[in-house]
T-cell receptor, first 114, second 114 residues
Framework: ELKVEQNPLFLSMQEGKNYTIYCNYS?????LYWYRQDPGKSLESLFV?????AVKQEGRLMASLDTKARLSTLHITAAVHDLSATYFC??????????????FGTGTLLAVQP | EAQVTQNPRYLITVTGKKLTVTCSQN?????MSWYRQDPGLGLRQIYY???????DKGDVPEGYKVSRKEKRNFPLILESPSPNQTSLYFC?????????????FGPGTRLTVL
């Protein structure tokens, strides 16, 4: 059974600092997604990572995938207050082909303090 | 505008009173899914559909029904709601059969069962 763990669950950081959110998963998969959720809002897709070694960057966020280690990271560079949100990783249960069945982590609540 | 819509957005009801939450997408997506979000548990899949008249159970299907009579619509039915179904519900849709099956989420329906 695929399990997805994120850490930390809560992250308070100062503006301008760097930090990393980790997403570990328990069984083989080669598709991982990162989503952002603002309070009371829906989920917004940030990154789709499809293969080992995949790296994607958008603004101050960079996501990577290591399928051998079953680990994805979401790195935040020089945080700004606008990045405050809950971040979820989600892993597709399939390997070698998508199943669309996503298992979500419990989320990381990021609070960027001025 | 490409989107997933849900109605109602907020609903307070009483135990045992049947209700339906509608979901519609205008992206011609084959795949649609329902999730519930509870604090500390992330998102968990309730039911999914790979195409018209094709539905299957997710991880937490008990107490729910779905139907997929048209490609664009995927209603969630609670025949006899109970308080443990109080939650935030999201509908999502995506293409099927491609590598990058990014799921797009609706705005959410907050359901309270008294």
């Amino acid at each position: 059974e695929l399990k997805v763990e994120q850490n930390p669950l809560f992250l308070s950081m100062q503006e301008g600092k760097n930090y990393t959110i980790y997403c570990n998963y328990s069984t083989t998969s080669d598709r991982l997604y990162w989503y952002r959720q603002d309070p009371g809002k829906s989920l917004e897709s940030l990154f789709v990572l499809l293969s080992n070694g995949a790296v994607k960057q958008e603004g101050r966020l960079m996501a990577s995938l290591d399928t051998k280690a079953r680990l994805s990271t979401l790195h935040i560079t020089a945080a700004v207050h606008d990045l405050s949100a809950t971040y979820f990783c989600a892993v597709d249960e399939g390997y070698g082909g998508a199943t669309n069945k996503l298992i979500f982590g419990t989320g990381t609540l990021l609070a960027v303090q001025p | 505008e490409a989107q997933v819509t849900q109605n109602p957005r907020y609903l307070i009801t009483v135990t045992g009173k049947k209700l339906t939450v509608t979901c519609s997408q205008n992206m011609n997506h084959e795949y649609m899914s329902w999730y519930r979000q509870d604090p500390g548990l992330g998102l968990r899949q309730i039911y999914y559909s790979m195409n018209v008249e094709v539905t299957d159970k997710g991880d937490v299907p008990e107490g729910y029904k779905v139907s997929r009579k048209e490609k664009r619509n995927f209603p969630l039915i609670l025949e006899s709601p109970s308080p443990n179904q109080t939650s935030l519900y999201f509908c999502a849709s995506s293409l099927w059969g491609l590598d990058e099956n990014e799921q797009f989420f609706g705005p959410g329906t907050r359901l309270t069962v008294l």
